[in-house]
Protein backbone atom coordinates (compact mmCIF):
# COMPACT_ATOMS: atom_id res chain seq x y z
CA UNK A 1 0.00 0.00 0.00
CA UNK A 2 1.29 3.57 -0.64
CA UNK A 3 1.41 5.67 2.19
CA UNK A 4 3.52 8.53 1.38
CA UNK A 5 2.21 11.04 -2.33
CA UNK A 6 4.77 12.68 -3.86
CA UNK A 7 4.55 15.48 -6.86
CA UNK A 8 6.51 18.03 -8.12
CA UNK A 9 7.85 15.54 -10.85
CA UNK A 10 8.41 16.31 -14.57
CA UNK A 11 10.91 17.04 -17.51
CA UNK A 12 13.22 20.11 -17.45
CA UNK A 13 16.15 21.33 -18.81
CA UNK A 14 19.45 21.07 -17.69
CA UNK A 15 20.04 24.52 -14.99
CA UNK A 16 16.36 24.06 -14.44
CA UNK A 17 14.43 23.92 -11.08
CA UNK A 18 12.13 21.38 -9.56
CA UNK A 19 10.34 21.73 -6.19
CA UNK A 20 9.17 17.84 -5.32
CA UNK A 21 6.64 17.58 -2.53
CA UNK A 22 5.78 14.34 -0.18
CA UNK A 23 3.13 13.60 2.41
CA UNK A 24 1.23 11.08 3.74
CA UNK A 25 -2.16 9.74 2.21
CA UNK A 26 -3.13 9.80 5.99
CA UNK A 27 -2.21 10.74 9.14
CA UNK A 28 1.28 8.76 10.42
CA UNK A 29 2.03 9.29 14.43
CA UNK A 30 5.66 9.54 15.26
CA UNK A 31 7.56 10.26 12.21
CA UNK A 32 11.28 11.28 12.64
CA UNK A 33 13.31 11.31 9.92
CA UNK A 34 12.10 12.20 6.37
CA UNK A 35 13.95 12.04 2.96
CA UNK A 36 14.32 11.48 -0.63
CA UNK A 37 15.61 8.74 -2.37
CA UNK A 38 16.47 8.23 -6.12
CA UNK A 39 17.03 5.57 -8.23
CA UNK A 40 17.99 5.77 -11.71
CA UNK A 41 17.73 2.70 -14.33
CA UNK A 42 20.14 0.24 -13.81
CA UNK A 43 21.50 1.71 -10.84
CA UNK A 44 20.89 1.05 -6.88
CA UNK A 45 18.81 3.25 -4.93
CA UNK A 46 20.54 6.10 -3.11
CA UNK A 47 19.93 8.91 -0.97
CA UNK A 48 19.51 12.11 -2.16
CA UNK A 49 18.61 14.10 1.21
CA UNK A 50 17.01 13.32 4.80
CA UNK A 51 16.15 15.93 7.26
CA UNK A 52 15.18 14.89 10.97
CA UNK A 53 12.15 16.13 13.18
CA UNK A 54 14.61 18.74 14.06
CA UNK A 55 16.02 20.45 11.28
CA UNK A 56 19.25 18.38 10.85
CA UNK A 57 19.89 17.57 7.36
CA UNK A 58 22.28 15.26 5.11
CA UNK A 59 22.92 15.40 1.71
CA UNK A 60 24.31 13.05 -0.70
CA UNK A 61 27.33 14.78 -2.09
CA UNK A 62 26.36 14.57 -5.89
CA UNK A 63 23.56 17.37 -4.56
CA UNK A 64 25.02 19.39 -1.70
CA UNK A 65 24.49 23.33 -2.68
CA UNK A 66 22.34 22.49 -5.55
CA UNK A 67 19.26 21.00 -3.52
CA UNK A 68 17.79 21.66 -0.86
CA UNK A 69 15.47 19.40 1.82
CA UNK A 70 13.13 20.76 3.75
CA UNK A 71 9.85 19.83 5.74
CA UNK A 72 7.17 20.85 7.47
CA UNK A 73 6.32 19.01 10.77
CA UNK A 74 2.55 19.88 11.50
CA UNK A 75 1.79 18.00 8.20
CA UNK A 76 4.94 15.89 8.03
CA UNK A 77 5.23 16.90 4.89
CA UNK A 78 8.89 17.06 3.39
CA UNK A 79 10.28 19.37 0.65
CA UNK A 80 13.13 19.43 -2.04
CA UNK A 81 14.03 22.00 -3.72
CA UNK A 82 16.36 20.82 -6.97
CA UNK A 83 18.17 23.64 -8.43
CA UNK A 84 21.10 23.69 -11.11
CA UNK A 85 19.55 20.44 -12.36
CA UNK A 86 21.37 18.07 -14.18
CA UNK A 87 21.09 15.03 -16.41
CA UNK A 88 22.86 12.94 -13.96
CA UNK A 89 20.15 13.73 -12.13
CA UNK A 90 17.33 12.24 -13.67
CA UNK A 91 15.41 9.29 -11.97
CA UNK A 92 12.35 8.40 -10.07
CA UNK A 93 12.55 9.98 -6.65
CA UNK A 94 11.19 8.40 -3.60
CA UNK A 95 9.64 9.71 -0.53
CA UNK A 96 10.95 8.65 2.65
CA UNK A 97 9.37 8.75 6.27
CA UNK A 98 10.65 6.75 9.55
CA UNK A 99 8.45 6.36 12.11
CA UNK A 100 9.37 5.61 15.56
CA UNK A 101 12.92 5.17 14.60
CA UNK A 102 12.20 1.84 13.14
CA UNK A 103 9.67 2.05 10.27
CA UNK A 104 9.92 3.19 6.50
CA UNK A 105 7.48 4.19 4.75
CA UNK A 106 7.71 5.16 1.08
CA UNK A 107 5.47 6.71 -1.78
CA UNK A 108 5.23 5.38 -5.42
CA UNK A 109 8.31 7.80 -6.86
CA UNK A 110 8.01 10.40 -9.15
CA UNK A 111 9.52 10.95 -12.54
CA UNK A 112 12.43 13.44 -12.29
CA UNK A 113 13.95 13.39 -16.18
CA UNK A 114 16.80 16.76 -16.92
CA UNK A 115 17.13 16.52 -20.99
CA UNK A 116 17.41 19.16 -23.34
Known amino acids: QVQLVESGGGLVQPGGSLRLSCAPARRIFGINTMGWYRQAPGKQRELVAH???????NYADSVKSRFTISRDNAKNTVYLQMNSLKPEDTAVYYC??????????WGQGTQVTVSS
Open 51 to 57: ITSGGTT
Open 96 to 105: NAQQWGTMNY
